[in-house]
């Protein structure tokens, strides 16, 4: 594999770049008018994910657009919920929910085992076409959800404010919770290595509801299963290192258990000051981030002031990922994208020379 751009996995590793690389979570999304009509066409969120073609559409639009230094394949963290059984839909304007929900131990007995291969075989053939319509421009990267977060839809049967019913089910069935979470666990595993070997340079594991858990909660119920999927996952491929990334929202307080995991790369959010993110971890393996994403919605001027920030903040050297704290919001200029994108490219050589 010889990549045109191959700047994303060597800041993972923390090999010297040219340049700080970018690429932006929900890079593929409803801020871009491209984006929108292909959902349209599709006809809904799901089918749009379902559909190889689509999906491969929808992940090469920003690259279209934007000088990014990665590619994300287009699908959902619930797959994986939908393949056991649990008959994700979504609502309009209220986000996924599941026709099943779990509540008891039986519940979680009862879910379907399944081969990431054959079972979410969309996703497999999204990921080879994307790889090969990509044309070795850019890496892809491949994702999925920790084993924390899905159980939070599982439990919840959707998203939640304050993830009552998930955090009931985990302190008053433990021992039912930890077996989904291992069910889970398991099939994150087989799902991101299908991913690999269907293409995907690097993966994230997306763990977006881990930052509500308290410290032990955290250590026992998120971050100890992604650890198991780390220990478990293709580590090259193709004569290729395979980097993972991992991603606790509000995660800072955990840095450093985080970054012993084994990963390559620790995402952060915005609430965390990059530079001290650095000093508690840097020396173990590289950061991804991490402006807020509502600066998006401020200027170019204020845009460009901001990527500056973050790139001092960060200082002179490898293994920064640019990127925002989570995803962008539907309702962003593409325009300052642009704006965000050029300026992390423009300053950041002198940090590199």
């Known amino acids: 594999m010889t990549l045109k751009n191959d700047r994303f996995l060597k800041a993972l590793l923390r090999e010297d770049v040219d340049v700080t690389p970018v690429w932006m979570m929900r890079q593929a999304g409803r801020y871009l008018p491209e984006y929108r009509a292909t959902r349209q066409r599709a006809g809904n969120f799901l089918n749009l994910c379902k559909s190889p073609e689509m999906a491969c559409e929808v992940a090469l639009q920003p690259l279209e657009r934007y000088d990014f230094d990665a590619a994300i394949l287009f699908s959902d963290i619930l797959t994986i919920p939908?393949?056991?059984?649990?008959?994700l839909y979504f609502e309009e304007g209220e986000g996924p929910r599941f026709k099943k929900v779990i509540r008891t131990a039986a519940d979680v007995e009862k879910l379907s085992t399944i081969s990431a291969q054959s079972d979410l075989a969309y996703v497999m053939d999204a990921v080879a076409l994307t790889r090969k319509e990509l044309n070795d421009s850019v890496p892809l990267i491949g994702?999925?959800?920790?084993?924390?977060?899905?159980?939070t839809y599982m439990i919840e049967g959707g998203g939640s404010k304050d993830f009552r019913v998930a955090k009931e089910f985990m302190y008053n069935n433990p021992e039912a919770m930890h077996l989904l979470l291992d069910k889970l666990a398991e099939a994150i595993t087989d799902y991101l290595n299908s991913q690999i070997r269907a293409g995907a340079q690097a993966v994230q594991i997306f763990d977006t509801w881990g930052g509500?858990?308290?410290?032990?909660?955290?250590?026992?119920?998120?971050l100890r299963y992604m650890q198991k999927i780390v220990a478990n996952l293709v580590k090259n491929n193709n004569g290729n290192q395979v980097p993972i990334i991992l991603f606790t929202k509000n995660g800072g307080l955990w840095l450093e258990s985080i970054a012993d995991v084994g990963a390559q790369a620790?995402?952060?959010d915005w609430t965390i000051e990059i530079g001290q993110a650095r000093k508690r971890i840097g020396q173990t393996c590289a950061l991804q981030g991490n402006m807020d994403p509502s600066i998006l919605y401020a200027s170019p001027t204020v845009i460009r002031a901001e990527v500056g920030n973050i790139l001092d903040c960060f200082g002179a050297g490898n293994g920064h990922v640019f990127n925002l704290g989570h995803g962008i919001t539907p309702d962003v200029n593409p325009d300052h994208v642009n704006a965000f994108v050029d300026a992390v490219h423009e300053l950041s050589p002198k940090y590199h020379s």
Request: proline share 3%.
């Open 266 to 268: 620790v995402g952060l």
């Open 82 to 87: 939908d393949a056991m059984g649990q008959g």
């Open 143 to 151: 994702f999925s959800g920790s084993p924390w977060t899905l159980a």
């Open 212 to 222: 509500i858990l308290t410290t032990s909660s955290y250590l026992t119920f998120s």
